[in-house]
Every structure is written in structure tokens, then in C-alpha cells.
């Protein structure tokens, strides 16, 4: 054999070796890819998974929420609290559950718990009408800075409803922005005149 025999011969199983490196390379890779890939799509039907509810919970949280409904109509706001507690448990990111939950601690005078718990149905619906409740309760506790954050925030969401501009417009005007005070209550009589008559 040759010395360029040899050489090409050499050459040869270094294109070889190179080659077969790059398909095992690329193989692993593909394989890398496609094992994260499952992951990720078993990770995500788990996530779905936890946040469907089957007809048996549905059931649950509709009796809780049945019982809870009664409490509130009679006044026994500390039961309907445990009952919507009940049901976040079952399904914890229902905005509708917290708004409610909100709402009745609010009435059982637990307002620091409504604020928190509002704000949590927040981080999942931005509600303009939610917004308004914690701003509210956030004047009552003479947090006028964050009061006026989220009377801002509902009105980006709709700024056509009547009771957040009269409400805004009040407190802008014991902030002594009357200048702004006058142009909310304008909006919002001009929006709904019989918000004037009252």
C-alpha cells in the first residue's frame, strides 16, 4: 500500500468517524429535544388536569357555595367565609369564589382579609368593578394613595361607568384636586343623571 494509499485511507475513516459522530450528535440531540418536549406536554396536561374540575367537585362547590349563599342571606358571614374557603380549596384560582369571599369579608368587618383577598382575584381577572370595591375599602382605611391606584385601574377598564367616576371624583376632592374632582363628577353625571339627583 501506497503512502497515498495510506493517506486516503486515513482521510477516509476520519470523514467517517466525523460523520458518524454528527448523526449519533444530532440523534441525541433530536432525542434531547423530543424527551423535553414530552416533558413539557406532560407537565402541561398535568397543570390542565389540575385546573379542570370534574362533575364531583363541580358538585362540591356548588353545594359550598349554596351553603355560603344562605350564611351571607342570614347574616353569618363568619360560616360563609369557611364555606367559599371550602371551595378555593377545591378550586383556588376561581376569581368568582374570591370575589364573593371578598365581599363577605367585608361584611364581617375583616377588611384588611377583603383587601388581600380581592386582590388576589385581581391577579387573575383585572375587573374593573373589583377594582372599585378595593379602592373603596382602601379609602376606608385612609390608604388615599393606593385608593386613587385603583380607581385609575378600573376606569382604564371601563371608563364609561358612572359610580367609579363619582367615586374618584370624592375622593379627589378631599385630596383637594378640585380641578380633577369637577371633571370626574361631570363625567359621571353626564354618564348617569340620575347619580345628580341623589
Known sequence: MSSF?????????????????????NSFKKKEDLNNSNIKSIQKDIQEEKNEIN??????????????????????YSDAILHLKDA????????DILNRLGLTYSMNKEIDQAIITYQK????????????????????QSLLEQAIYHYQSALKIDDEYAPTHL???????????TYEAKEHYR?????DPELNKN
Open 88 to 95: 378555593l380549596i377545591i378550586e383556588y384560582n376561581n376569581s
Open 167 to 177: 367615586a374618584y371624583a370624592k375622593l379627589l376632592e378631599k385630596t383637594n384636586k
Open 121 to 140: 382575584s385581581l391577579d387573575i381577572d383585572d375587573n374593573d368593578i373589583i377594582h372599585l370595591e378595593v379602592a373603596k375599602l382602601l379609602e376606608e
Open 5 to 25: 494509499q495510506l493517506i486516503l485511507l486515513l482521510v477516509s475513516f476520519y470523514f467517517a468517524f466525523r460523520f458518524f459522530q454528527q448523526i449519533n450528535n
Open 187 to 191: 363625567i359621571a353625571y353626564e354618564l
Open 55 to 76: 362533575p364531583i367537585q363541580q358538585y362540591n362547590i356548588d353545594i359550598l357555595l349554596q351553603k355560603a349563599n344562605e350564611a351571607f342571606k342570614n347574616e353569618n
